[in-house]
Nanobody, 127 residues
Framework: QVQLVESGGGWVLAGGSLRLSCAASGRTFSSVDMGWFREAPGKERELVTVVGWNGIREYYAYPVEGRFTISRDNAKNTVYLQMNNLKPEDTAVYYC????????????????????WGQGTQVTVSS
């Protein structure tokens, strides 16, 4: 069992930055991929970025590539999302999620591939 708690959301002007954190409990954190998803009003939940279980493999969705950076600290059971140059279209509830597979060698993109979810944190970007 893994419990995830996000923090760091808020309101920011376009061009600004925010850093999200996701603290995990449970012994399996360091063996699973961690992802950040977002869900905007009226839209489906979409994958933003993934970091592999050992921090080496990363994936970024095209809209955030070059602006967002994911990282993890397995000693602290925490994953981070640094968001720079934020745009109004980044406005959404952001969720961190823990992958279903341990020591995966592949990246998974569907929400159904993630077994545990945080409660979400709101990010609002105003123009």
């Amino acid at each position: 069992q893994v419990q995830l708690v996000e923090s760091g959301g808020g309101w920011v002007l376009a061009g600004g930055s925010l850093r999200l954190s996701c603290a995990a409990s449970g012994r399996t954190f360091s063996s699973v991929d961690m992802g950040w998803f977002r869900e905007a009003p009226g839209k489906e939940r979409e994958l933003v970025t993934v970091v592999g279980w050992n921090g080496i493999r990363e994936y970024y969705a095209y809209p955030v590539e070059g602006r967002f950076t994911i990282s993890r600290d397995n000693a602290k059971n925490t994953v981070y999302l640094q968001m720079n140059n934020l745009k109004p279209e980044d406005t959404a509830v952001y969720y961190c999620a823990a992958g279903s597979r341990t020591y995966s060698g592949a990246t998974y993109y569907s929400p159904s591939d993630y077994a545990y979810w945080g409660q979400g944190t709101q990010v609002t970007v105003s123009s």
